[in-house]
């Protein structure tokens, strides 16, 4: 609990430093973005696909992906560790193995798997911070795609590389490609976080550009 206050504290006290961190986020992230040379069609049926990312604080990834079209639903959670270990003052310590994560499940009929790394690579976070995002340091806000079959790692792996060779960013890509052993969902009062705290000052400082940022550069792909 004492790292949901420390959060809006803290970006009070360092709101100059941390926006010097947060301009150049903005400036890679404004980077014009080209989809995924290699991707999937879109599906002739609707049906229901899952996929987990992680990236930086759950409350701003949910939020992004919970105005994404084609996406069912967003759960925020953890990935990457045991079951035991699955609670949120225990993976502040960084050494459980997980990362914050958010469940993604969505209609490929509506929206292709790489479209939505095309979100998270440009809008959600930034894919070059190891181990950090933002005013967020430890290995629980490390980069991670969690795929759940070898098409997502397929498409993931090559959409990096397209990236990296286009030089999309000023630093090269870290994000991980993981295979998904489990998602285990965080506690409710963390669930739409940031729609239920838009005036918290982490949110309004962190989150809510993303949110603004998906709805300017990526209108396609935004709904309300």
């Known amino acids: 609990m004492y790292r949901i206050f420390a959060r809006g504290f803290l970006v009070l006290l360092l709101l100059i430093l941390v926006g010097a961190l947060a301009t150049r986020f903005r400036t890679s992230a404004a980077v014009a973005m080209s989809d995924a040379a290699v991707d999937d069609a879109l599906a002739s049926t609707s049906s229901q696909k899952t996929v987990v990312l992680a990236g930086g604080c759950f409350w701003g990834m949910q939020l992004v992906f919970e105005h994404v079209k084609g996406v069912v639903s967003v759960t925020a959670g953890y990935s990457g560790g045991a079951a035991g270990t699955a609670q949120y003052e225990t993976v502040s310590s960084g050494e459980t193995g997980h990362a914050e994560s958010v469940k993604i499940i969505y209609d490929p009929s509506k929206i292709t798997f790489g479209r939505l790394l095309k979100v998270f690579f440009s809008v959600a976070?930034?894919?070059?911070?190891?181990?950090?995002?933002?005013?967020?340091?430890?290995?629980?806000?490390?980069?991670?795609?969690?795929?759940?079959d070898d098409d997502q790692r397929r498409i993931a792996s090559a959409y990096i590389d397209q990236l990296d060779a286009a030089k999309?960013?000023?630093?090269?890509?870290?994000?991980?490609?993981?295979?998904?052993?489990?998602?285990?969902?965080?506690?409710?009062?963390?669930?739409?976080?940031?729609?239920?705290?838009?005036?918290?000052?982490y949110?309004?400082?962190?989150?809510?550009?993303?949110?603004?940022?998906?709805?300017?550069d990526l209108p396609d792909l935004y709904v309300k």
């Open 125 to 148: 976070h930034d894919p070059t911070e190891l181990n950090y995002q933002g005013p967020d340091e430890g290995t629980q806000y490390r980069s991670v795609i969690f795929y759940t």
């Open 203 to 216: 949110i309004a400082f962190n989150d809510l550009p993303k949110l603004d940022h998906l709805r300017k």
């Open 168 to 201: 999309a960013f000023s630093h090269k890509i870290v994000t991980q490609l993981t295979p998904l052993n489990a998602f285990y969902p965080a506690e409710a009062y963390h669930q739409d976080y940031a729609v239920h705290n838009p005036n918290n000052p």
